[in-house]
């Protein structure tokens, strides 16, 4: 998104995180424009750090599925950014949250529908 | 009433004893495994072993059929997500969340998770009653009905030693309930006069705090200990 010229802004509790974010890029990353801050995104000094007040968009995509969908309903209800997504691996509360007005996207979810549909595809068609 | 607690360490393992000692159905959901084979020895088909987060765990616990839920794992985030599932999806009347760092309270009450217990925040309201320095203690915060009540000490500086109660302009929004003079509590009239040492209460609306301190505190200010 970074190179489609949007403004981007990364908040992740691993300073090392930096690196992997410069891998395949030509330039650094802040050169390019990003922007990067060390935090959790429990604290709201680390969201404010990162520009939350002024974002439009708010993805939480951290490996955990509690932290993301708490920051997510922070971001929507405290924040009120106006595009909130939210990475939920399980696919129960995935389908719960969206249904209470959270953009949930379930990898779980997206996993199973391709690795069904390429099971379906690879069968041997049945010779009418 | 059915009550699940979710996490067996020493608070919700406690509050467990407590609550079937009283008689009531409890169901305890411990997520990690050695810790639920310890509890079970003792709890037995009290405790099952799962992850609170997850909704089949709870509804395996019988949430539908629960009057109360009380989560008092050691993850704010965890406390926080169950309690609201269970509000909102589950329609459990009765929450209680534990609050594990107080700075997280506000996320509790974001997520309308209400009412939430912190420890910390609770040993500091006894460090307040402990030590009268602080001049004003807060002796309850009723949030939800925007009323607190708070317990001043009046020392020999205090404003208002020597005067009538009906003498006294209280800030609008607040009014004094009671007076505690030698260890004996009363409720005091218009002639009522107070005396050094005595500990009077009030009830008031958020925020009037500081009209309360500047009206029964130190005449000079600084930093008078009574």
């Avoid at chain 2, 810790?35 to 799962?50: D, P, S």
Wanted: net charge negative; charged share 25%; glycine share 10%.
């Amino acid at each position: 998104m970074l190179s489609e010229g949007h403004e981007v802004s990364c908040l992740d509790e691993d300073p090392e995180s930096h690196t992997r974010l410069e891998v395949g890029l030509d330039k650094g990353w802040e050169d390019l424009g990003g922007r990067f801050t060390v935090g959790t995104g429990l604290e709201t000094d680390a969201l404010v750090a990162a520009g939350i007040e002024t974002a439009d968009a708010f993805i939480a995509a951290t490996n955990g599925d509690n932290t993301n969908i708490v920051i997510a309903q922070i971001a929507q209800r405290r924040y009120e950014v106006p595009t909130v997504i939210a990475r939920i691996l399980d696919p129960l509360r995935a389908e719960w949250y969206r249904q209470q007005g959270l953009n949930t996207i379930c990898p779980t979810r997206v996993a199973i529908d391709m690795l069904e549909s390429a099971v379906r595809e690879g069968a041997p068609r049945e010779v009418v | 009433m059915y009550i699940i607690v979710v996490g067996a360490g020493k608070v919700g393992w406690n509050l467990a004893r407590e609550l079937l000692e009283k008689n009531h159905e409890v169901t305890v959901i411990e997520s990690n495994r050695r810790r639920y084979l310890t509890v079970e020895q003792e709890l037995e088909h009290n405790v099952t072993y799962g992850d609170a987060s997850e909704l089949w765990v709870l509804e395996r616990a019988g949430i539908q059929r629960a009057d109360m839920v009380i989560a008092v794992t050691g993850d704010d985030e965890d406390n926080m997500l169950i309690c609201q599932v269970a509000k909102e999806k589950y329609e459990v009347k009765q929450i209680i969340a534990r609050v594990n760092n107080p700075r997280n309270r506000p996320h509790f009450d974001l997520l309308g998770v209400k009412p939430s217990v912190s420890a910390t925040d609770l040993i500091l309201r006894l460090l307040e009653h402990e030590v009268p320095e602080y001049g004003l203690v807060h002796l309850l915060d009723l949030q939800e009905e925007q009323l607190e009540i708070i317990e001043m000490l009046l020392g020999k500086d205090s404003r208002v030693t020597g005067r009538r109660v009906g003498d006294l302009s209280m800030p609008e929004g607040s009014l004094l309930i009671s007076v505690l003079r030698e260890g004996k509590g009363f409720v005091p009239n218009a002639d009522t006069v107070l005396e050094v040492g005595d500990e009077v209460l009030a009830v008031l609306d958020p925020g009037r705090e500081d009209d309360l301190k500047e009206l029964f505190g130190p005449a000079s200010g600084g930093n008078g200990t009574g």
